[in-house]
């Protein structure tokens, strides 16, 4: 494995791209477990990744990018608390049903793409009233992530 081989010399400095593309979640968090020990460690890690999560979890400061531009830099937690609200309640649901709930609900801050709606609130009890409206709809509430970060500062949609 080549992060094995880049520790034989105990450097202070380990340049990783995209080091856990193609692995799957077991190896993964194996890979960013020793990450993390070799953080603990002293050694600084200058990653590159397309994989928000990986971002969140092993970084202390993160820079965004979007078509070879510098969009934000930051802590991970000081992107989310200044770019979006605390919770994020996603919906999945037909085009039809998309377009009455925005009817409705759209006072809410939110973003839709192609099945799916992002509510995004500063307590979870904002969204109480959609939750009643429509409890057949799959939906989930989590914490908001560098992931929603990301895609606020660069769009959804698929660009070349």
Known sequence: MILARALMNDPELI???????????????????????L??????????????DEAQKLCDQI???????????????ELIRGHVPPYVLELRTDRARTAEIVSRFGHLEHQASGQNLYFY?????EFDQLYGAY???????????????FLKLTGREIRQ
């Open 15 to 37: 340049i990783l791209d995209e080091p856990t593309t193609g692995l799957d979640p077991q190896v993964r968090h194996l890979i960013w477990d020793r990450l993390l020990e």
């Open 121 to 125: 609130g500063r307590a979870t009890e």
């Open 39 to 52: 953080k603990e460690r002293g050694i600084t890690l200058l990653l590159t990744t397309h994989y928000m």
């Open 135 to 149: 409890p057949d709809v799959e939906h989930l509430l989590r914490p908001a992530s560098l992931e929603d970060v």
């Open 63 to 77: 820079l965004i990018m979007d078509e070879g531009r510098s969009v934000d830099v930051g802590t991970p937690g």
